[in-house]
């Protein structure tokens, strides 16, 4: 069974840098997709970026500040988030789509952003 399992989120100042890292393992297959959606309190869910395709996606809210990038060895994608503002604190989920699994989602990191 496919999981997936993140690290990297905790509390950081405005204008400060946090990693996530996100791992699938559980299958012989590579994800085809990966990358991280975030709920913020009483929000709904919302796609951050994302990887797989031609070129990697992001929401414009994180366009210039969060970069997303892929080890295939490792089965692992990561999220650089800088310039980081109160308004990126949420929940953060991973996500990967597996061939013959479909979409499996990780239990999520919280990433809180005050000063």
């Known amino acids: 069974q496919v999981q997936l399992v993140e690290s990297g989120g905790g509390l950081v100042q405005p204008g400060g840098s946090l990693r996530l890292s996100c791992a699938a393992s559980?299958?012989?297959?590579?994800?085809?997709?990966m990358g991280w959606y975030r709920q913020a309190l009483g929000k709904q869910r919302e796609l951050v970026a994302s990887?797989?395709?031609?070129?990697?996606n992001y929401a414009d809210s994180v366009k210039g500040r969060f970069t997303i990038s892929r080890d295939n060895a490792k089965n692992t994608v990561y999220l650089q988030m800088n310039s980081l503002k109160p308004e990126d604190t949420a929940l953060y989920y991973c996500?990967?789509?597996?061939?013959?699994?479909?979409?499996?989602w990780g239990q999520g990191t919280q990433v809180t952003v005050s000063s």
């Open positions: 996500y990967a789509i597996v061939p013959g699994s479909g979409t499996r």
């Open positions: 990887i797989g395709g031609v070129a990697p």
């Open positions: 559980g299958s012989r297959f590579s994800p085809n997709f």
